[in-house]
């Protein structure tokens, strides 16, 4: 236990460099100052449950699949909602199975892959795939 609680200062006590290295040392430092009463995913803003982190995993490749696209966030949202029901009823069906990408797979092909094996749930309206697209 005195490794472990010798690892956190030193690495309490570095500079971050980056933004996820603010992030995450912001985190233990809460953590730390309440004196680990709050849970280390309060502290670091992440889901407390598997089904919440599977949604965040999801929105993640959704944000990063309509990167695939032009136009406003509106139109975006449109063509992601089209392209992600075509994926699920055409490839989906047959890559479920696989552990990775298909060597074929297009680029879009393979985020959207990764985001139907996160097993969350798809949005099924604009609206929804707006949201997401937003950050909501």
Request: hydrophobic residues 45%; proline residues 5%.
């Amino acid at each position: 236990m005195s490794d472990t609680l010798a690892h956190l200062a030193d690495l309490l006590a570095t500079t971050p460099r980056t933004d996820a290295e603010v992030w995450l040392l912001a985190g233990l430092a809460k953590w730390a100052k309440h004196g680990g009463a709050l849970s280390l995913c309060r502290c670091l803003d992440l889901p407390a449950t598997p089904t919440g982190l599977r949604r965040i995993q999801r929105d993640r490749l959704l944000r990063l699949a309509a990167e695939h696209f032009n136009g406003t966030t509106w139109a975006k949202a449109g063509e992601l909602r089209k392209t992600v029901r075509r994926f699920q009823s055409v490839q989906w069906p047959t890559w479920r199975r696989l552990d990775t990408t298909p060597p074929a797979a297009t680029a879009l092909e393979a985020i959207l892959f990764e985001c139907f094996q996160t097993g969350a749930a798809m949005p099924t309206t604009r609206r929804r795939f707006h949201s997401i697209l937003l950050g909501e």
